[in-house]
């Protein structure tokens, strides 16, 4: 079945406002045969008549009344929409996904600003670790998303969006420092599988010979924060994230080797970003540079 044609819509309309068929062909400047024939063909194409002769004039059917009311909607859709693309308006649904840390700590202020600067877009937040967050990308769940490195980038495009300081954390009375040799045997407090911060953490003992006794996973933050402090093991946390924690004061931070110091998280979006995701670029820190292939 043939759907409904704008141009059909717009000669209906205008025949009814006109009031017939000379004044709607003269407003749309088209011969009056012209604007018949199209009439004659789209109530043949709807298999109902829209209109009934009534003395010189034309007045609706049934069909017709209903008609009016969906093509009067449609067309100032459309006339919207052409509206938007001109004038370069963003709206509908951005929906991304993020680590809790980036969450909590740095995206606030930026979606602020987009949601002053686009009110009309509704924001969709979800978070999770880098590789549930990659595979809500990979089902197209999420527009885009705030991934930690390493990730695997694949035919991901990826912008460079904040940088970490990451720290390690034990309960209080630790000495000053910590080595790898030191959590040999001992408990990992981090999120699930997936979580970039938790590799870099295994990597880091594995460069020593060393493994831990246990994992503890648990699903945020506040969580493992609450634990180390409790004295159940050692975690890896953003420094930001820990300065805005409640029990910030509870645990004891140890400086981690230079290499393993600073962590980038990007945003990663497959296919062309839309321009909401474009316009929520923008507003990402500076300098920014667009990259291909994996941090």
Known sequence: MRTLDLEDLHIFRSVVREGGISRAASRLHRVPSNVTTRIKQFEERLGTALFRRQGRSLALTEAGRTLLGHAERLLQMAEAAEQDLRSGAVRGVLRIGS????????????????????????????????????????????????VSEPFEQGRLSSLPAFEEELVLITARGAG?????????????????????????????????????????????????????????????????V????????????????????????HLVWPGEAGAALRSLMELLPKPRRKTRGAA
């Open 99 to 146: 680590l809790e840390s980036a969450a909590g700590a740095r995206l606030p202020p930026v979606l602020a600003a987009f949601h002053a600067r686009h009110p009309e877009v509704s924001l969709e937040l979800q978070t999770g670790t880098t590789g549930a967050l990659l595979r809500l990308l990979d089902r197209f769940e999420v527009e885009a998303a705030f």
């Open 176 to 240: 000053a420092r910590y080595r790898a040799a030191d959590l040999a045997g001992g408990t990992l407090v981090a999120f699930p599988h997936g979580c970039s911060y938790r590799r870099r953490l295994l990597e880091w003992l594995a460069e020593s010979g060393v493994s831990p006794g246990r994992m503890l996973d648990l699903g945020s933050y506040h969580a493992i924060i609450a634990c180390v402090a409790a004295g159940a093991g050692a975690a890896i946390v953003p420094a930001e």
């Open 242 to 265: 820990l300065d805005q924690a409640v029990m910030a004061s509870s645990v004891q931070r140890h400086p981690l080797p230079s290499r393993l110091r600073t962590n980038r998280t």
